[in-house]
């Protein structure tokens, strides 16, 4: 995927054809040439809703590119305009050029964005709860899902989660604690973590929960090296 429209400042273009330099073929050919990223991204907001996580996450992780990847159109749009505007209003700078988001679904299509072990972390903030025992295969955290998020997180790499809804916490502590690629992370290591609390505070879903008095539950998975293969 052509990442340079969406990270422009991170783009690096190839020169322009010198005149009499090549022949037109040539010239042609070099001037079809895509941007080359400088940066690669290392941080996915899954299910980002409206940007609030990645607007407040870009000053915090300047060196990182962040990606919010959303399945409803709209709100795709509209978090793209937000970014835009946001570049806008600090031309001349840096702020907000790390950030960026696309329409996707995640659960079918995530290894198609990133290559293995590309990621540092990745936020699944107030995912749909889907409470009917039918529709928990829907759910965002599952053994095949979680099979993906190891395969592209790299390791040490983190996994964060929120909710409001306990069962959900619950459920997503058991599938990811009992998969073989992650262990979870301690309360006061959670606790000193920046990130964990920008997640608690910043996401518009959180702010509502704050609003309302509700409870959010938190917790953060690291992902553990792979055993070395018989043999090895």
């Given at each position: 995927m052509d990442w340079s429209t969406y990270y422009p400042f991170y783009a690096s273009h190839p020169s322009p054809p010198q005149p009499g330099g090549v022949d037109a073929s040539e010239a042609e050919t070099q001037t079809e040439q895509k941007a080359t990223m400088t940066k690669e991204i290392t941080v996915a907001d899954i299910g980002c809703g409206f940007g609030g996580l990645l607007v407040a996450l870009a000053p915090r992780l300047p060196d990182d590119l962040l990606l919010g990847l959303e399945i409803r159109t709209?709100?795709?749009?509209?978090?793209?305009?937000?970014?835009?505007?946001?570049r806008k209003q600090n031309v001349g700078s840096d702020r907000?050029?790390?950030?960026?988001?696309?329409?996707?679904?995640?659960?079918?299509?995530?290894?198609?964005?990133?290559?293995r072990a590309q990621l540092t972390k990745i936020f699944l903030c107030f995912p749909d709860p889907h409470f009917k025992a039918?529709?928990?295969?829907?759910?965002?955290?599952?053994?095949?899902?979680?099979?993906?998020?190891?395969?592209?997180?790299?390791?040490?790499g983190l996994?964060?989660?929120i909710t409001d809804v306990e069962d959900l916490h619950s459920w997503m502590v058991e599938h990811l604690q009992g998969?073989?690629?992650f262990e979870r992370m301690g309360e006061e290591e959670c606790q000193r973590d920046e990130c964990v609390v920008v997640m608690s505070a910043e996401t518009e879903e959180g702010k509502?929960?704050?609003?309302?008095?509700?409870?959010?539950?938190?917790?953060?998975?690291r992902r553990v090296e792979d055993p070395p293969w018989p043999g090895e």
């Open positions: 709209q709100v795709t749009e509209y978090v793209q305009d937000r970014i835009k505007a946001l907000y050029q790390n950030i960026a988001c696309v329409r996707a679904n995640t659960m079918k299509f995530l290894p198609n964005f990133f290559r039918r529709k928990h295969k829907a759910r965002i955290v599952s053994p095949t899902l979680n099979s993906e998020y190891a395969y592209v997180l790299r390791p040490g996994v964060y989660t998969h073989p690629s509502k929960v704050e609003r309302n008095g509700g409870r959010k539950f938190v917790a953060v998975f």
